[in-house]
């Protein structure tokens, strides 16, 4: 079945810091890659998308590319802020005309950024 | 605003009791989501529902029902069957076309506790 896996965490910064966080994956056919963030006691918030191999989605300073070669869809920031500390979660969507739009989700990496 | 309720925020429960968690939504969105998320853990889905009146099991189905007599709700009943209950409970929607879902919003969630 489909699955993703993360970096293990917590991942501990300084502001200004760069970020990574690894997202690889195992699915049949073409899936759609999603980054979501969480914030401490609140719901998910897209955080970016890509739905074909290639696609790089960015947001507010984030960054990924659908890497199918690699099966990767690894989290970038250059330079990250206090206010970016939160869970992010890498998932996936089954692609290849799946009827309901399941999401598959890495168990989630904690981000604490230090001033 | 559009978006998406989810009430009560804080939930407590006595073994043997069943209660609800209310999700609604007003963007319109044809499909609504169940999950549930334990710490440490990414999210996995309960129930999900593309139109009115039809849902589905997801993975962990056990000791959970819902129903969607309208299409801007999707309530969760925790059954006295569930065994494990206390957790995080996330209520997303997306819109649905051509057989495919887009993207996943999800609620604020509710903190389910079982004393």
């Known amino acids: 079945g489909d699955s993703v896996t993360q970096m293990e965490g917590p991942v501990t910064l300084s502001e200004e810091a760069f970020l990574t966080i690894n997202c690889t994956y195992t699915a049949t056919g073409y899936p759609s890659l999603f980054w979501y963030v969480q914030y401490p006691g609140e719901g998910l918030q897209l955080l970016l998308k890509a739905t074909k191999a290639d696609d790089k989605g960015s947001n507010k300073g984030f960054e990924a590319t659908y890497r199918k070669e690699t099966t990767s869809f690894h989290l970038e920031k250059g330079s990250v802020q206090v206010s970016d500390s939160a869970v992010y979660f890498c998932a996936l969507r089954a692609g290849g005309g799946t009827s309901y739009g399941k999401l598959t989700f890495g168990q989630g990496t904690i981000l604490t950024v230090h001033p | 605003d559009g978006g998406i309720t989810q009430s009560p925020k804080y939930l407590f429960r006595k073994e043997g009791q069943n209660v609800t968690l209310s999700c609604e939504q007003n963007?319109?969105?044809?499909?609504m989501y169940w999950y549930r998320q334990d710490p440490g853990q990414g999210l996995r889905l309960i129930y999900y529902?593309?139109?009115?009146?039809?849902?589905q099991k997801g993975d962990i189905a056990e000791g959970y029902s819902v129903s969607r007599e309208k299409k801007e709700s999707f309530p969760l009943t925790v059954t006295s069957a569930q065994k494990n209950p206390t957790a995080f409970y996330l209520c997303?929607?997306?819109?649905?076309?051509?057989?495919?879902?887009?993207?996943?919003?999800f609620g604020p969630g509710t903190r389910l506790t079982v004393l």
């Open positions: 997303a929607s997306s819109i649905e076309f051509w057989g495919l879902t887009d993207t996943q919003y």
């Open positions: 963007l319109n969105h044809d499909a």
């Open positions: 529902s593309q139109i009115v009146n039809d849902f």
